[in-house]
């Protein structure tokens, strides 16, 4: 059994920034990828990032040069670094275990 613990969620104003942390139970972090996703009212949940092992990444287009994923296998911790944030970024952030394992979520409000 993995827990993931989500943490940095909040308000912010539009073009600010955020950094979400997801910590991870468990002796494999660093062997596995490791994703973070989003779900608005109204919306399916869909993929902002992820991070493969070895350290390649890939993004949702509409985060693209905003947002960062980034990953500490000292510490079994992945992090979604957002800048620039929209009201449309607005939504819970979840992180993803390769294995299926999903964190509780983290909300993020961006309104002025």
């Known amino acids: 059994q993995v827990q993931l613990v989500e943490s940095g969620g909040g308000l912010v104003q539009p073009g600010g920034s955020l950094r979400l942390s997801c910590a991870a139970s468990?002796?494999?972090?660093?062997?596995?990828?490791m994703g973070w996703y989003r779900q608005a009212p109204g919306n399916q949940r869909e993929l902002v990032a992820r991070?493969?092992?070895?350290?390649?990444?890939n993004y949702a287009d509409s985060v693209k040069g905003r947002f960062t994923i980034s990953r500490d296998n000292a510490k079994n911790t992945v992090y979604l670094q957002m800048n620039s944030l929209k009201p449309e970024d607005t939504a819970v952030y979840y992180c993803?275990?390769?294995?299926?394992?999903w964190g509780q979520g983290t909300q993020v409000t961006v309104s002025s």
């Open positions: 993803l275990h390769e294995y299926n394992y």
């Open positions: 468990g002796s494999i972090f660093r062997f596995v990828t």
């Open positions: 991070i493969t092992s070895d350290g390649r990444t």
